[in-house]
């Protein structure tokens, strides 16, 4: 589901490239994702880690 959002966010800001704002919501929206999908990995190496200690 979230691939597809972000399928659809990043073929609009393509549509709307001559749009400033569209181009940096989308890099904006690109650091988060990239970000947040980060954290929860991170977040279960954690826990995994806990698991077997």
Not at 7 to 15: E, G, M, P
Not at 37 to 44: A, I, T, V
């Amino acid at each position: 589901m979230l691939i597809v959002l972000f399928y659809i966010i990043c073929r609009y800001c393509a549509l709307e490239i001559w749009i400033f704002s569209a181009q940096e919501l989308c890099h904006s929206f690109v650091f988060f994702v990239t970000l947040f999908q980060f954290l929860l990995e991170f977040s279960n190496l954690i826990s995994q880690i806990f698991v077997l200690s």
